[in-house]
């Protein structure tokens, strides 16, 4: 639009002096073009809007030697959907899909209580329970990985299937383990992973930060990333170019179904108890549009691990704000639902054709 | 085709051909399965083999046959419709509240519930087709824009006790014997005749087929492919919010928490009737086995009393896989003996 303008219309050209604004304007192009402009410019809005709306609403607090505010509060309850959206951003990228993320979750939590109600009853005291309960939700999360991994890469199923067997039979392995009843966890060193302060800022960032950081260094300072790129654009391509497309798809699947482990102890160390039935309900969903939010390709290659850590803070935002606001909280389904089409028909080359019609016809036609 | 076919034994040709293909054999192990089970049961479970007994699977689960057939559509051209629960949820809402709060009568009420059902689904089917886009992920934004709408339009479940749709509720149609089937029950059977004969009779049936063997081949062959990708959509949808209306006669209720869940249902039900989920195989009738199946394994949990009901998912997932290897399976030998030939 804006290359247009400068190089159609004569009256620009003659101004005196024509080096400028194509500086600038590349400059904006090249601010425009960044993959997580948009999701940064959704999030600043939100954030600002709220800020208008209730001006207490950025304000932070330094108290008892922790930092208490709205935006710590946005970031601590939206650290289980971050990890989980950048496991399933990397799925993504290799043209999966992980929709058993949210029965991982629950399994990972049931677990998690479980092994905590035995250590504690069996008189273990101090820390042991705690790292009981942590390596065994790790471990079994890891292993419904690798069950989906093996369904894709080994079996040959459509993703979407093979994770739907784990979430439709994993809820009711998650009752299995709980006997059908919510588990409470009477135990204070566990509450500390969900809801315990660090250096003043809750502990579950610190943990988001280190998997953030950790997955960037891994993916960008090695091939990995790259190989990841490669099999999300072509499998075969990859595979005949010798990267090993098989190993590194089933890894990515085992370390989805372990961010959803973590998300699951985070989960059930901040409410001290662990519900087969309701923990993790639609995170399926919340994570695949946080993804989508950021800007990454559903149809795998292109992938933006910062684009999903921001679209899980806009969804986050996004329901604080609706909260804050007074709106009968049902309208988030549908402002999210709104917010994926919209994103979708972003995405899409046809809708964007289309559009650029629409818009370039009128004013060709008013030119000639 | 193959050797196998151009032998002297054409006179068994169908049979032969029927085996090859991996739809039809799913369907065989699955009739199979439903009549081993019901044996199973009829040996371990006093009273389990009554006539009734097999009835109730139709009569509870109506909805789900409905919606099963819908879906079996939309598998067939290689899609798939998650929203389903969701509009069935939003179609009971929507008709308790007109017919409770707004003074309705409930067929008026029925007609708008399925004309809606109808464009939502043709709403998805257009953003499928024109604009290229995942059906896993639009129909997952259908999912929550329909569950969305549906807690807008009550939170609370609204109870129906409007005179029409309570007698339609109670109606007990005899079929002699002392049986009886209800009108829900009876409904889905005549959407599983029709299913039937619109994929197997009609163009319209033949081109979701060709669609979901190839979409590309479909296209050069001249058939209609954007418009029957639209019709399926919606004739998903016009199942789903069918199903929502049988649901308020089964449950004589609207709630935005009702069906929570059935899509899996549903998608379990057409695979295990021998749907191939790659698009392209599969049948209607294979699907009303698939549900009775479904159906059969939680009258078992029931008739047993001691198992609880969460091994009714379980078992559920556990049937999912066994038929998707065996899908695989026979694709993979389908495909092995057309290539040696």
């Not at chain 2, 051209?77 to 409930?106: C, E, N, R, Y």
């Not at chain 2, 949808?237 to 308020?248: D, E, H």
Request: proline share 4%; with cysteine; glycine share 12%.
């Amino acid at each position: 639009m804006d290359a247009n303008d400068t190089t159609t219309s004569p009256a620009h050209a003659a101004a005196p002096s024509p080096t400028p604004p194509p500086a600038r304007l590349s400059l904006w192009k090249r601010v425009l073009a960044h993959p997580l402009f948009w999701p940064l410019l959704a999030l600043g809005l939100l954030l600002l809007g709220n800020g208008v709306l209730n001006p207490g609403f950025l304000s932070l607090e330094w108290r008892d030697g922790r930092l208490y505010g709205n935006l710590v509060d946005i970031g601590n309850r939206a650290a289980p959907l971050v990890l989980v959206s950048l496991g399933m951003t990397l799925v993504i990228a290799v043209r999966g899909l992980d929709i058993s993320v949210g029965a991982v979750l629950a399994i990972a939590a049931m677990v998690a209580a479980w092994t905590i109600g035995r250590a504690t009853a069996g008189g273990g005291d101090g820390l042991m329970p705690l790292w009981l309960a942590v390596v065994a939700a790790l471990g079994v999360s890891a292993l419904c990985g690798l069950w989906n991994g093996l369904l894709v890469v080994k079996a040959g199923m459509q993703p979407i299937i093979a994770t739907l067997i784990l979430m439709v039979a994993g809820r009711g392995v998650a009752q299995l383990i709980g006997d059908g009843q919510i588990l409470t966890i009477y135990y204070a060193p566990y509450s500390f992973i969900g809801s315990g302060f660090l250096l003043g800022l809750p502990f579950s960032l610190f943990l988001v930060v280190v998997v953030f950081v950790g997955l960037k260094v891994l993916l960008e300072r090695t091939a990995l990333g790259l190989f990841v790129r490669a099999i999300g654009h072509n499998p075969v391509a990859a595979h005949v170019a010798g990267v090993r497309a098989r190993a590194i798809t089933l890894a990515l699947y085992v370390f989805c179904s372990f961010t959803a482990g973590l998300a699951g102890l985070l989960v059930s160390s901040n409410v001290a108890s662990a519900d087969a039935n309701n923990a993790g309900q639609l995170l399926e969903l919340d994570a695949i549009l946080a993804v989508a939010l950021g800007g990454t390709a559903l149809a795998g290659g292109r992938f933006s691990l910062a684009g999903s850590l921001l679209g899980a803070l806009i969804i986050q935002t996004l329901t604080t704000t609706i909260y804050a606001i007074g709106v009968p909280p049902q309208v988030n389904l549908v402002v999210k639902a709104l917010l994926v089409a919209a994103v979708l028909l972003l995405q899409s080359p046809e809708f964007r054709g289309q559009m650029r019609a629409l818009v370039t016809r009128p004013a060709s036609g008013g030119r000639a | 085709m193959s050797a196998q076919d151009s032998m002297p034994v054409a006179r068994r040709g169908g049979l032969l051909r029927m085996l090859r293909d991996p739809g039809a054999l799913s369907l065989a192990v699955t009739v199979a399965l439903f009549v081993a089970m019901s044996a199973a049961g009829g040996v371990l479970y006093d009273g389990f083999l009554s006539p009734q007994v097999f009835l109730n699977l139709l009569i509870d689960n109506a909805f789900l046959l409905i919606v099963a057939v819908g879906m079996t559509f939309v598998i067939l051209t290689g899609g798939i419709d998650l929203s389903v629960g969701a509009v069935i949820a939003f179609s009971t809402v929507l008709l308790a509240s007109l017919v409770q709060h707004h003074g309705w009568h409930p067929l008026a009420a029925i007609a708008l519930v399925l004309a809606l059902g109808t464009g939502f689904g043709a709403l998805m089917g257009v953003l499928v087709q024109r604009y290229r886009l995942q059906p896993f992920v639009v129909t997952l934004a259908g999912m929550f824009l329909a569950r969305g709408a549906a807690t807008l339009v009550s939170v609370d479940s609204i109870g129906i006790d409007h005179a029409f749709h309570v007698a339609v509720a109670n109606l007990r149609i005899p079929l002699g014997g002392g049986v009886s089937l209800s009108a829900g029950a009876v409904l889905a059977l005549l959407v599983v005749a029709t299913g039937a004969v619109l994929a197997r009779g009609t163009r319209f049936g033949r081109t979701v087929y060709a669609i979901g063997g190839s979409e590309q081949s479909a296209a050069l062959m001249g058939l209609p492919v954007a418009s029957t990708l639209v019709k399926v959509y919606a004739l998903s949808g016009f199942c789903s919010a069918l199903a929502g209306v049988s649901y308020t006669f089964y449950m004589l209720s609207g709630y935005s928490l009702h069906a929570m869940g059935l899509e899996l249902d549903a998608i379990a039900a057409v695979v295990i009737g021998g749907t191939v989920l790659a698009g392209g195989s599969g049948y209607v009738l294979g699907t009303l086995f698939g549900v009775l199946v479904l159906g059969l394994i939680q009258t078992m949990i029931v008739f047993d009393g001691t198992l609880s009901s969460w091994w009714t998912r379980i078992a559920i997932g556990v049937l999912l896989l066994a038929f998707c290897l065996l899908q695989r399976l026979f694709s993979r030998r389908a495909a092995g003996a057309g290539a040696t030939a």
